[in-house]
């Protein structure tokens, strides 16, 4: 299987994906609030880039049914239900649920993939789940992987690049891998750091971001290991939970 990484959403845009399965990665906090929400029992959820783009899509749903969730600066947006902690995303509150979701970087990177054969999201909760699937595809087709990491404001942030890193090894242990300079940096870098994530996290700026704000609870919940196998995907502008066969 051939692995390539996108540091940030921004290196995303104006690729044509085509004949590829992309894997977004938005550990701090995006595709852990969204894997939570389908492993919790939401219907969909609705990824958009901006707060206006979260009303309009709002005012077109069964708003009964329908919560909108997200950040601006990592704290939840005025008027919204939800704000970007995975924690808020509990059975009781979305079973059944659509959710609106926009966040600063992770439904940006969701959006900025085109033409790409399939678009799926990876965290440290389904990294497991991710790899066998991925492995699963690659006995049906021949498709190339694309990591795109979210990163923050156009940065690359170390805690997506870890998860890419440490999705990459389990494929390995499964599969011929070959990945690039990029992957294999970050597949070492996991391999050294497997035993305490946190540790391995501890100066990266997102990471701190989230520290200084009290958000910890987050943190620890974000870099649990394979505790779900929920694997979302993206399918006409809906992230829905793959149906395992
Ligand atoms: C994002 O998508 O930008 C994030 O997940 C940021 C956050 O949760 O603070």
Known sequence: ????????AQQAQGINFSGQTAVVIDVLRATSVITTALEN?????????TVEEAQSVYA?????????GGERNALKIEGFDLSNSPLEYKKKVVEGKTLILTTTNGTNAI???IGADEVVLACFRNAAALADHLVGLSHCVNRDVVIVCAGTEGRFSLDDGLCAGMIIDLLKQQTE????????????????NKTNLLGALSGCFHLKRLFTLGFYDDIRFCLETNCVTTVPIVQEGKIKKKQMP
């Open 111 to 113: 959006n900025n993939i």
């Open 177 to 192: 891998v070959e990945t690039d300079d990029l992957g294999l940096l970050l597949t070492h870098y996991y391999n050294s």
């Open 1 to 8: 299987m051939k692995i390539t990484i996108i540091p940030t």
């Open 60 to 68: 077109q749903c069964d708003t009964a049914n329908t919560l909108r």
């Open 41 to 49: 029992g939401a219907r969909e959820v609705i990824p958009v880039k």
